[in-house]
């Protein structure tokens, strides 16, 4: 299992390409194109932020990209799989294995604890001895004394430092945030997305980020804006990437 | 505000699942209370009317002095618009063309009966028909036996002392004729008016004035009121009541109705306790909304409480919408198999009790969860707080159970029941919250892995709180639903134990112990052999160690047996279903000693060595009292107060032989040419009331089983509100388990795992708290004994464990249907 991650993480193979995505959404009278055309491709261990405006489809692009849903039209190569291709169940699997999430409203289960949170994704890729590496990550976001508490008796950015402790459990290849910081107050948004980015490089995770928050994007190696579903790439981005 | 009760409208409740819920469980509750406590109304008035027509009337005054009593008592019962009727009985000679024979008169006058009806045919092969008075003055009614003895037929005449009476009919049944042996002669029908014309009572003949009442029970009781201070000792009031078969039969099932009641005012509660304690919780953010809009506490109260009343009107409406044409159709079915069908009556004080339980179960169960949504923080808007300890809670419970006690005392009146119920469930959580302790310390060892066991054994223990809360609801359900099923196997049981295919249902009587013999042996040649034939003689009870009974027993004491002649017989064996309380049965070659009926022995005060004088004939007979034993009066055999051994204290006396037996319908003409060797023999033919009861023992047992149904449809709405009151949790949960990798046949299996186990362990707890409340129930209310059910031991939790497991599955539906995205989209 770790062999094939680390595998996976010397390959040079790109990490993500999409080719030709377009969505749809059929509402009642019509349907709503949210995304038009998108071609990328994201390399291993690259840091990727996604700006754009409220409403422009950051989340949807996102979700496609971690394969939680599948494109009208166009393809998604994640990990060398093509998501599209897989069946449902293949999809679950992948994500186990592979996938990260930090959600902007921390998505936590508020039957659980925090440490049953983040034992959660350990217990469902079948990893062994899942309390010790959920114990051991929650001490590394700094909430080693709150191993008890459930959601409701932690602050959001307690909450999302627990969804962050969750994300990288299983040891993910990539990991995908949405707005990690929308809920948070400035300095507390700081110290998580701090938090996120050290984690990101210990782990030598990919990371793809949709953010509001100019300054956490401008620590992203590449920016990618989105505007009415079409997504565009500044020059300058990738220079510095090249 | 406008836009507040728009948020509040009744239409926008509907689609909402708790409200559904609350409303289904309150429409369900309203609808079984009523249509049970409408049904035990009919079942009641027919009982009533039933058991009325046994006694030709509601209520008999017998004078067995041999005098009529004052008139002034019969003018009395008339002022206070009571029914009167008149009897009177005797033994005579009758005399015809060849011959004379003993007959038993009943002479009655024109209103007889009172109750009930008379079949009579007018030739010897004629058809049977059904009139509702008896002769008039100048004819004369007899059994057609007598008709064969004395070779005479309709329009003959015969005479009865000084009077000729023309032969009008023949009497096939009376109404009141049923189980007394006391006409061993055959029985011969006048009008009572005749009865002074022929001469044949003279002072101090042996001779029985009877009077009939029939009316409102309150004025039949004010009568009595009025009467008693009046009555001699050889005066008899009797109602209707008294342990006939039949009325036993659908006392039972009126007892039972009541349970059945009992508990679907349980499990409705129950339903809609749940159903809005999640309401409220799922209201709360609305209210906090509505608080930092500037909506005061006591406002969002009152919006709460004009909701509560619209759910109860149509809680209501929708329950009795329901309950009436289910009442009609069972009222109907009731109806068909009595001969004169009591009119289907909507007893208006039967709708109290679902009214009742509406109000109680929204006012004690529905409104404090939702009464405290008044003090949900403004601030929840900003950010979730956390949720309700279960303390908050506690009041509540107290009231529940409290207003729980109060509902099934008032519904079912009876102490014994609500005590076993509540008894059961008590222990019920005691066991439970053991069980929730155990559970508890040792899950919290299991470690998740991906395999489906393991996560829904760390599923219990992470829901432990609602795992709990589920199972309580789960094995109340099941408990309450299994106490039924369990009393109402052993209702029927008992019923068809009692009268089985091949109940006796011909008695013969007055067999001359020469004979005995030789009506054995004809049929057992006919096919239809005899029970055990008993010898019977008649005596008194006179006194009492050494005292004149009547003195002896203190003069309250009403007692039948002092009153009249008992049959007395003697037997070498205890028939089978008689059961010795006390002291010992004759053993073999014993002489000495009689046997008691309890009952009877209770009422007299009789205790072992008693001594006790009967006088027969103009002897007397004195034994000591060396055993007491029950009697199954019911049982449709020969039964005696009073049991001699063998070569006892009866050899020698004057008996004649009785016994019971099973006649077939097709053998029925065995008895022309029985009557004609045997004519002194006498038959009673009780195979027409046993079929009725047969009869209406089959459709009440029908209306319990559809009226059970009901009750089981309740137990699954109860069971479906408190799944689905988690339902919300488990959808986000299995949403965020999919997006985190887990599989769809993964999170299927391990949560139908959960909810089998939970269903498992809930079944059996639920099964053993049965067993508890039946035994209670069995023992005090239904005088039956009790046995471990076995059968239902697995069964029970099995079919618990799967239909939970399904309920699981049903509520994951959501979860796998839509991809991981738009359920996420959804949950923000
Ligand atoms: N299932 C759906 N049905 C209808 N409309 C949808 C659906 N999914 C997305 N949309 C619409 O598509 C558009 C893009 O949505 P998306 O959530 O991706 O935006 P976003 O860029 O993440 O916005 P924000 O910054 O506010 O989160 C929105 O207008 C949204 O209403
Ligand atoms: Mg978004």
Not at chain 2, 421 to 442: N, R, T
Request: charged fraction near 20%; glycine fraction near 8%; aromatic fraction near 6%.
């Amino acid at each position: 299992m770790n062999q094939m991650t680390d595998l996976s993480k010397t390959d040079t193979s790109p990490m993500l390409r999409v080719t030709d995505l377009t969505h749809k959404v059929s509402l009642e009278a019509d349907t709503l194109t949210i995304l038009q055309g998108v071609n990328l491709e994201i390399n291993r261990g690259e840091s990727v932020a996604i700006v754009g405006r409220s409403g422009s489809g950051k989340t949807t692009l996102l979700g496609l990209l971690a394969g939680l849903d599948t494109p009208s039209e166009g393809k998604v190569e994640l990990d060398g799989s093509e998501i599209s291709r897989l069946s449902e169940d293949e999809r679950a699997m992948l994500r186990a294995r592979r996938v990260g999430f930090v959600f902007q409203s921390f998505q936590l289960l508020p039957a659980l604890s925090a440490l049953e949170n983040v034992m959660l994704p350990l217990e469902l890729a079948g990893i062994e001895a899942p309390e010790k590496r959920a114990r051991e990550l929650l001490e590394r976001v700094g909430l080693g004394e709150r191993l008890s508490h459930t959601p409701r008796q932690l602050s959001g950015g307690e909450q999302q430092r627990v969804a962050i402790a969750r994300a990288f459990a299983s040891d993910p290849v990539i990991l995908f945030a949405d707005e990690p910081t929308g809920n948070l107050d400035n300095r507390t948004g700081q110290a998580v997305s701090d938090l996120l980015m050290d984690l990101n490089r210990e782990q030598g995770t990919t990371l793809v980020m949709v953010t509001h928050d100019d300054r956490l994007a401008a620590r992203c190696g590449r920016q990618l804006h989105i505007e009415a579903g079409v997504l565009t790439e500044p020059e300058l981005v990738e220079e510095v990437s090249g | 505000m406008a836009a507040s009760q728009k948020l509040m409208s009744v239409s926008r409740d509907w689609r909402e699942r708790d409200v559904r819920v609350v409303l289904v469980a309150l429409i369900i509750a309203v609808a079984t209370v009523a249509t049970i406590a409408l049904f035990a109304s009919q079942l009641q008035r027919t009982l009533v009317s039933s058991a009325s027509s046994f006694l030709a009337a509601d209520r008999q005054l017998e004078a067995e002095n041999g005098r009529p009593v004052p008139a002034g008592w019969i003018e009395e019962a008339r002022d206070r618009g009571i029914e009167t009727g008149q009897m009177i009985e005797f033994s005579t000679m009758v005399f015809g063309e060849s011959g004379f024979q003993l007959v038993s008169v009943k002479a009655v006058s024109d209103e007889y009966p009172l109750r009930g009806d008379i079949e009579v045919q007018s030739r010897a092969e004629g058809t049977r028909s059904i009139v509702g008075s008896g002769p008039a003055k100048g004819e004369i009614w007899i059994n057609p036996r007598l008709l064969r003895l004395l070779e005479l037929d309709v329009g003959d005449t015969l005479e009865v002392g000084n009077l000729k009476l023309e032969i009008s009919n023949l009497l096939l049944r009376e109404p009141d004729g049923g189980f007394r042996l006391s006409s061993l002669a055959p029985r011969v029908m006048m009008h009572v008016d005749d009865v002074p014309a022929t001469g044949v009572l003279q002072e101090g003949s042996r001779v029985e004035y009877i009077y009939l009442f029939a009316g409102a029970e309150n004025l039949l009781n004010d009568y009595y009121q009025w009467l008693e201070p009046q009555l001699e000792p050889s005066h008899e009031w009797e109602g209707v009541r008294d342990g006939e078969t039949f009325s036993r039969s659908l006392e039972r099932a009126e007892r039972f109705l009541l349970l059945g009641g009992s508990l679907a005012v349980l499990l409705a509660a129950v339903a809609v306790a749940v159903a809005s304690r999640q309401y409220a919780l799922s209201q709360r953010d609305t209210v906090a909304l509505l608080k930092t809009l500037g909506l005061t506490g006591k406002g969002i109260g009152r919006l709460y409480l004009r909701r509560l009343a619209l759910w109860g009107v149509a809680g209501i409406i929708g329950g009795l919408v329901l309950a009436l044409p289910l009442f009609w159709l069972l009222a109907r079915m009731l109806g068909s198999v009595l001969e004169r069908p009591v009119d289907i009556y909507l007893d208006p004080a039967a709708l109290a009790p679902a009214l009742l339980t509406a109000l109680v179960s929204l006012f004690a169960f529905a409104y404090p969860p939702v009464r405290r949504l008044r003090n949900v923080p403004a601030m929840r808007v900003l950010r979730s707080q956390p949720g309700e300890t279960g303390r908050e809670a506690v009041p509540d419970l107290i009231i529940a159970v409290l207003a729980i006690f109060g509902l099934v005392w008032m519904y079912a009146g009876e102490l014994a029941l609500v005590a076993s119920l509540l008894g059961g469930l008590v222990l019920l959580l005691a066991v439970l919250g053991l069980v929730g302790w155990l559970m508890v310390s040792v899950l919290r060892k299991v470690r998740g892995g991906g395999n489906a066991w393991r996560l829904a054994l760390v599923g219990l223990y992470r829901h432990r709180q609602a795992s709990m809360a589920q199972m309580a609801v789960f094995a109340m359900t099941l408990m309450l639903a299994a106490t039924l099923v369990l009393v109402r196997s052993s209702l029927l049981d008992d019923w068809q134990a009692q009268l089985p295919d091949d109940a006796p249902n011909h008695f013969l009587i007055n067999i001359a112990p020469d004979t005995v013999d030789e009506v054995d042996a004809y049929w057992a040649q006919k096919g239809s052999p005899l029970d055990t034939v008993y010898p019977m003689v008649r005596g008194r009870l006179t006194e009492l160690n050494d005292q004149p009974v009547k003195e002896a027993v203190s003069k309250d004491e009403r007692i039948n047996a002092l009153n009249r002649e008992l049959n007395l017989t003697w037997m070498e064996d205890l028939p089978d279903d008689n059961r010795v309380v006390e002291g010992e049965w004759f053993a073999a070659g014993v002489t000495e000693g009689v046997s008691v009926e309890a009952e009877l022995a209770e009422r007299l005060g009789l205790e072992l060595g008693d001594r006790l004088t009967f006088t027969i004939g103009s002897e007397q007979v004195t034994e000591p009292v060396v055993s007491i034993r029950t009697v199954q009066w019911d049982s449709m055999k020969p039964n005696f107060y009073i049991a001699f051994p063998p070569d006892g204290g009866l050899t020698d006396m004057p008996a004649t032989w009785i016994t019971s037996f099973h006649l077939g319908a097709s053998n029925k003409v065995a008895l022309n040419e029985f009557s004609r060797r045997f004519p002194t023999v006498s038959v009673l033919e009780i195979d027409h009331i046993i079929e009725r009861i047969q009869d209406i023992v089959r459709q009440v047992t029908q209306a319990i089983e559809a009226i059970l149904a009901l009750i089981l449809a309740a137990a699954l709405v109860v069971m479906a509100a408190v799944v689905s009151a988690t339902l919300r949790d488990r959808q986000r949960e299995g949403a965020l388990l999919r997006t985190l990798g887990g599989q769809q046949s993964l999170l299927v299996r391990s949560t139908m795992l959960e909810f089998a186990l939970l269903g498992f362990v809930a079944g059996i707890l639920g099964v053993l708290a049965a067993e508890a409340a039946v035994y209670a129930l069995q023992v005090r209310m239904f005088e039956g004994s009790f046995q471990w059910h076995w059968e239902v031991m697995l069964p029970v939790p099995l079919i618990s464990a799967l239909l939970l497991a399904l309920f699981g599955r049903w509520q994951l539906r959501p979860v796998l249907s839509v991809s991981p995205m738009l359920l996420l989209r959804r949950l923000e």
